[in-house]
């Protein structure tokens, strides 16, 4: 189980944060670490020294340009978020976070994602929108402010006592109850593009004027979890409704 959840660090400025991150995913089991456009040189001598012997996580870390290829394959996606927004989303403990993780890894398939954002600012509310969920760290209000390998430590160490407390038994054979692989966020990305497309092709979705509606489209079928199946037939209705605006076009 531990071996598919992936941490996910964005624009990262200070590499001790990398490497203080690398010991908290080691010191907890976890090695599935990713940068998305690092705002240093990942690999320095701090880093080497603040991961305490962990350095090979960082060695072996995959670094992309977007979070969408961090988290492509990935069949949930949660993110830090330590501020409320002006559009809700869902939002769980770092314990229920933990407690959901034995069911949404228990397919073969399944990738959990967790994504951290800038020392400075977080994640931006693009990329808090391609999350399924958001999880918030309940510190004290009165200082709140957690480094970032701090936070990671906190979330791994929910990971792990989900593991341990998992039974002995082998994988379930399916990753919902229908038994049908869940969309990965790389399919559901294709969905929304799709979406989009046609939604401005009939006139029902004016991008200069969006008034959130993708974003309340993102968040209503993202919490939904669609299966991959499910979701190939909401794009081939899409694709029907497109060739149907295009004949009344040309009619």
């Known amino acids: 189980m531990l071996e598919r959840i992936r941490i996910v660090l964005i624009g990262t400025s200070h590499p001790g944060n990398i490497g203080g991150t690398a010991r908290a995913m080691h010191n907890m089991g976890l090695a599935d670490l990713a940068l998305v456009a ?26 992309v340009a977007t979070l969408e290829e ?19 989303w869902p939002m769980i403990t770092p314990r229920a976070l933990g407690e959901r993780l034995p069911d949404e890894l228990a397919a073969p398939a399944g990738r959990v994602a967790l994504v951290f954002g ?11 929108q391609r999350c399924h969920a958001h999880v918030h760290i309940p510190t004290n209000p009165e200082f709140s402010s957690l480094n970032l390998a701090a936070a990671v430590q906190v979330l791994a160490y929910e990971c792990r006592l989900a593991w341990l407390d998992q039974p002995a038994s082998g994988e379930a054979p399916a990753a919902d109850e229908d038994g049908q692989p869940l969309a990965s966020h790389e399919e559901l990305e294709h969905y929304f593009a799709h979406l989009e ?55």
């Open 38 to 63: 690092p705002r240093c040189e990942p690999l320095t001598a701090d880093t080497v020294s603040r991961a305490s012997g962990a350095d090979a996580l960082v060695h072996e870390a995959r670094t």
């Open 70 to 88: 961090a988290v492509a394959d990935c069949t949930l996606v949660v993110g830090a978020s330590a501020r409320s927004r002006t559009l809700p």
């Open 118 to 128: 800038r020392e400075d600012s977080g994640l931006t509310n693009a990329e808090l």
């Open 197 to 251: 497309r046609t939604l401005v092709a009939i006139g029902f979705h004016d991008p200069a004027t969006p008034r959130q509606l993708m974003a309340r489209l993102r968040r209503f079928t993202l919490r939904a979890r669609p299966e991959r199946m499910e979701l190939n037939i909401l794009r081939g209705i899409l694709s029907a409704t497109q060739r149907q605006a295009e004949r009344g076009d040309d009619g």
